[in-house]
DNA sequence: CAGCGGATATTCT
DNA sequence: GAATATCCGCTGA
């Protein structure tokens, strides 16, 4: 017997805790992506946690810039930032206005709309491959700095939202050191805030960080 | 399968 | 100038 996934909309204050306890509670949860072509339903399997004030890692550790203003505003709404001069990755919001905290999401099974996803990931080898990934996350849901500072949490039409869909439980959940972030990884690693779905088809694989010289 | 170079905006030094 | 919350296509085993 298999649970039907519950499609009532994460409330706003759902966002509105401290971002390492909403992290792994996203994980099974929906997230809704409306097209102009229509809907696609992505189940997160995994995410990483972003920590503003106290985390080197965080793209607002450093303060408020153009980029990042999003992550200091209320809670609930998508950050989406550009990267390595091609790529988009998306984030949530969350903890009170000013925190500066976010959730980015690495990783998911597109469960509706999988035709339209195809037909922004020309290079996916199987539908495993979609949103394996945060920018082909991002891209799978054709998400671009135009969603930037979106509100996921109102009510009526909106390009995001975010359904309760089925809560992982704590046993299922695994954590680990966050991908590609300088300073996580190694030995007394005080950052292991990747989360996902144990033994989930779609997770991406774990890289360390690997600083990488520009061609002169 | 692993390893690597290329694409190149944004930010900080 | 140099690094980065990445992915893709190519090379060689």
Redesign the pocket.
């Given at each position: 017997m298999i649970a039907t996934p519950d499609r009532t909309p994460l409330p706003r204050e759902f966002f509105d805790r401290p971002v390492l306890d909403v992290a792994p509670d996203l994980l099974g949860r929906i997230l809704v992506r409306t097209t102009p072509d229509g809907p696609i339903a992505l189940r997160l399997t995994e995410v990483?946690a972003?920590d503003g004030a106290d985390d080197p890692?965080?793209?607002?550790y450093?303060?408020r810039?153009?980029?990042?203003g999003v992550?200091f505003g209320p809670p609930g709404h998508v950050?989406v930032?550009?990267?390595?001069?091609?790529?988009f990755?998306m984030?949530l919001v969350c903890g009170p206005e000013g925190k500066a905290s976010?959730v980015?999401l690495r990783a998911g099974e597109i469960i509706e709309g999988a035709e339209l996803a195809r037909t922004r990931?020309l290079?996916?080898r199987n539908d495993k491959?979609l949103a394996?990934?945060?920018?082909?996350?991002a891209t799978a849901l054709d998400v671009d700095r135009s969603l930037d500072g979106t509100d996921a949490c109102t009510s009526g039409a909106t390009p995001l939202k975010v359904l309760a869909g089925t809560p992982v439980p704590r046993d299922q959940v695994r954590n680990g050191p966050?991908?590609?972030?300088?300073g996580d990884g190694g030995n007394g690693d005080i950052h292991p805030w990747r989360f996902w779905i144990a033994n989930d088809p779609t997770v991406?694989p774990y890289?360390a960080?690997v600083?990488?010289?520009?061609?002169?």
């Open positions: 990483e972003y890692g965080s793209h607002a450093r303060g810039t153009a980029r990042n992550m950050y930032y550009f990267t390595y001069g091609m790529w990755c984030n976010a980015l990931r290079s996916a491959e394996k990934g945060p920018a082909r996350l966050r991908t590609g972030v300088a991406s890289r960080h600083p990488r010289r520009r061609r002169s």
